[in-house]
């Protein structure tokens, strides 16, 4: 075959390649693929016009192959000098600089085809080898013009891809090596027929080359030396122990946490497959595994996540296999840790109240062997503490409280707190030692630092009946019982029992009923006469009823301990007194006076002498009709400012009656600082003094002694006509009784004792 036709074959082949090579380029997502496409087309033109030159015969098309050759290569190193700064990584921002290399090329561009008119760069001569007509050029001085910037661009892009060279890592200047000994390389075979003028120019062969090894580098080319050496850095360098294995399960390669992890410097193999052994022993035989292992070393107990991963080919060989250790000791702690906070209140050490169910329902569940106690314990007064003590001495309490739990419970028991100052116990009955509980309770004090202050604590227990019940009704139930206490400083602990639940439904049900009853008047005064020596009625107590559409005629006893512990009392005595008032009102005409009792709670709720006076001046009633029953409980606190209270009341002209006298705490010690009128002597005395000599001499004394103090004694409860007579010798002046009336209504009242004006 002749040269002629084959290098033809061989420009065309190229073209067809670079067309093929540049459209994939283009195709490709890469960063890379845009100007290395143009750069592989911008190739084309001047190989083609290798192609025209190299074939010709006549002038003509050697001359139309020159100038696409030229201007091609302009073409070419433009967009060679963008795809090289792309493939080096580095922005073209400076637009001046672009504009100028643009420039000058298009000043080329322009000289060139001003050759056509001007024959000044070039022209073609015709010359004979090997007997056949073949075309070459002939340049003048200006082609060189040409040839500058062109050597000039490649020269640039040399200095580029060098400098990128020196400054890359040893791998990673292999992809700009390449590029850079290639392209010498062309520019060199170039050179040489640029400057031997041999008539068969196969330069652009050269960069047509180039262009295809540019593609491969550019779109394929993975570096894997440098893919294995960034594996084996990572490797080295991760936070795990990594070992790597044969395929006989040697080790051949640890990374530096693992020759940490056993002490080893990783030279003796021997020496690490020795040392690994109580890792690498979890899953033997298996191909991959992942497991767990505990640790005892120096420091304490280590945990370790331990994956073992074998490695096979597509046949199923296998490769090798790697093991990842990791120390998972801090998360396993704090996890450890966050699982103790959660089972364990902070403050007292105590099982927190979700824990404590969990562990009393598993109990529970698991029990062959009887019954069991479920106890809920309240500190009573624990507000009271917090308010008077500081919330720190408060948290003492709570602390102190727990200790004590944890001297009480037995072993068999389980116990933690619920929620502020209430606890939980869980205890078979028989180790349920009530008595001795009983006793370490009354006699539990917390040293404030000045005082020895005795903590009120009630529990509340509820036998187990039914282990499946929730355990948080079970603990309902025992709240009812500790709440029956409430106040109840002598007695600790109560057992449930089911009439409790329907009390504290009593007391929900009456509590909502009484906003209506006292608008729709169910709830009214009844007056029970009350009686001078001479027999003569002098005055009224008024005690209240309540005559409920549902449960009928209640006495108070069924409601006004409900509505003292929540405060409601307040209410029905306000009503109570303003029905007194009015009453008095109507009565303008007659001595008759009526007495109101007033619960040591109205204190808390009200101001209680302005109440008075308002309600007095409101009715136009003079206060001393209008008598004021307080009983001695009110002077169990803050006595001072109680017996100013009294002093006011009396200054405003009511008169004091101290109800129930001798029930509860009185002294006669009291009765002299007490700024009162009368003494209403409790029925209790009455009672005792009918059985023994004793009691009749003491209730004779509180008689002379209130005469001498100048209080009026006034004693209720008498029944029968011996004990008026009695009490009327002893010196008593004012009676109450069935003797004489029950308590009745106001009309009944009016009809026996009021006389029509
Ligand atoms: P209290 O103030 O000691 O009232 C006297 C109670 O003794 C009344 O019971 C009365 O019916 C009863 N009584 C009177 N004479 C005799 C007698 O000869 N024998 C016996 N066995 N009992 C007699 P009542 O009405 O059931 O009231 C009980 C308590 O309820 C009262 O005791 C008082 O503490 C309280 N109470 C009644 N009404 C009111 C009220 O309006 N406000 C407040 N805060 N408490 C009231
Ligand atoms: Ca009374
Ligand atoms: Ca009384």
Redesign the pocket.
């Known amino acids: 075959m002749d040269i002629r036709a084959l290098f033809s074959l061989v420009f065309v082949a190229l073209s067809v390649a670079l067309a093929v090579c540049g459209l994939i380029a283009f195709r490709s997502r890469k960063p890379i693929g845009v100007p290395l496409g143009r750069m592989l087309l911008a190739l084309i033109p001047p190989v083609a016009g290798n192609l025209l030159i190299i074939s010709a015969t006549t002038k003509l098309p050697a001359t139309i192959g020159c100038y696409l050759y030229y201007i091609g290569i302009d073409f070419t190193v433009f967009s060679l000098l963008r795809y090289i700064l792309s493939y080096c990584n580095i922005p073209w921002k400076a637009n001046k600089a672009r504009v100028f290399v643009l420039s000058l090329l298009g000043l080329d561009v322009f000289q060139l085809l001003a050759n056509i008119f001007f024959g000044h760069a070039f022209s073609l001569e015709r010359i004979e080898l090997y007997g056949k007509p073949y075309y070459r050029m002939v340049p003048y001085l200006p082609q060189n013009l040409h040839r500058l910037l062109v050597y000039g661009v490649l020269a640039a892009v040399l200095v580029i891809l060098l400098l990128k060279m020196l400054h890359s890592s040893r791998i990673a200047s292999r992809r700009y090596a390449v590029i850079f000994f290639t392209l010498l390389a062309v520019i060199i075979w170039c050179s040489f027929y640029v400057i031997s003028r041999t008539p068969l120019d196969r330069s652009m062969i050269g960069y047509a080359a180039f262009g295809l090894l540019a593609f491969y580098f550019s779109l394929y080319y993975k570096p894997v030396r440098l893919l294995n050496r960034i594996m084996m850095d990572i490797s080295a360098e991760l936070p795990d122990s990594v070992f790597f294995f044969d395929d006989v399960g040697s080790c051949i390669w640890l990374n530096r946490e693992a020759r940490r992890l056993l002490g080893v410097d990783g030279q003796d193999m021997g020496e690490v497959a020795e040392k690994l052994k109580p890792f690498n022993a979890s899953g033997e035989g298996t191909d991959s595994w992942t497991s767990s292992l505990e640790l005892d070393g120096d420091e304490g107990r280590h945990y370790y996540a331990l994956e073992k991963r074998t490695i096979r080919d597509a046949r199923g060989y296998v490769d090798g296999s790697f093991l990842s250790i990791r120390d998972d000791t801090e998360a396993q702690q704090n996890l450890m840790r966050e699982a103790y906070r959660a089972r364990h209140d902070e403050l007292t050490g105590l099982y927190t109240r979700p824990y404590l169910y969990h562990c009393i329902k598993q109990r529970l569940s698991g029990a062959s062997d009887g019954a069991f106690c479920l106890v809920f314990v309240n500190i009573s007064n624990f507000k009271l503490i917090n308010d008077v003590f500081g919330v720190n001495f408060g948290d003492d309490v709570l602390k102190q409280v727990a200790d004590l739990l944890r001297a009480l419970v037995p072993q068999s028991g389980i116990y933690g707190r619920l929620a502020g100052d209430t606890f939980g116990i869980l205890v078979p009955v028989a180790d349920f030692d009530a008595e001795a509980i009983e006793r370490r309770l009354s006699g539990f004090t917390v040293d404030t630092g000045e005082i020895d202050y005795h903590v009120l604590i009630h529990m509340g227990v509820y036998e187990v009946k039914d282990a499946s019940m929730e355990v948080s009704v079970m603990f309902d139930r025992a709240r009812i019982a500790a709440a029956g206490l409430r106040n109840d400083y002598h007695t600790h602990i109560a057992w449930y029992d089911d009439r409790m639940r329907d009390n504290l439904l009593w007391e929900q049900q009456i509590t909502g009923d009484l906003k209506n009853a006292l608008t729709e008047r169910q709830i009214v005064?009844?007056l029970?006469p009350l009686v001078d020596a001479t027999g003569k009625v002098v005055g009224a107590?008024?005690?209240?009823?309540w005559n409920h559409p549902e449960y009928g005629f209640l006495?108070?006893?069924r409601f006004?301990p409900i509505f003292?512990q929540n405060g409601m009392?307040a209410e029905?005595?306000r009503y109570?007194w303003r029905c007194a008032c009015a009453q008095l009102d109507r009565w303008r005409d007659n001595d008759l006076f009526i007495s109101?009792?007033?619960?040591p709670k109205?204190f808390y709720f009200m101001d209680v002498t302005s109440e008075f006076r308002g309600l007095v001046k409101e009715y136009g009633v003079d206060p001393a009709r209008l008598r004021l029953?307080i009983?001695e409980n009110i002077m169990i606190s803050d006595v001072e400012n109680k017996v100013r209270l009294l002093a006011d009341l009396r200054q405003a002209g009511f008169i004091v009656e101290m109800?129930?006298f001798g029930s509860g705490y009185s002294s006669l010690n009291m009765l002299k600082n007490m700024p009162i009128d009368v003494i209403?002597i409790?029925?209790v005395f009455l009672r005792s003094s009918e059985q023994d000599e004793k009691s009749r001499m003491i209730l004779r004394n509180i008689i002379h002694m209130s005469t001498d103090l100048n209080i009026v004694p006034l004693t209720?409860?008498?029944?029968t006509e011996k004990q008026y007579d009695e009490l009327s010798q002893m010196g008593c002046k004012l009676f109450?009784?069935?003797?004489f009336a029950?308590?009745m209504t106001v009309s009944d009242f009016e009809a026996q004792y009021v006389t029509a004006a």
């Open positions: 005064p009844y029970q107590e008024a005690l209240v009823r006495p108070p006893a006004i003292e009392i029905v005595d109570m109101v009792n007033i619960s109205d029953e009983t109800d129930d209403k409790d029925m209720e409860g008498v029944e109450q009784g069935y003797f029950r308590p």
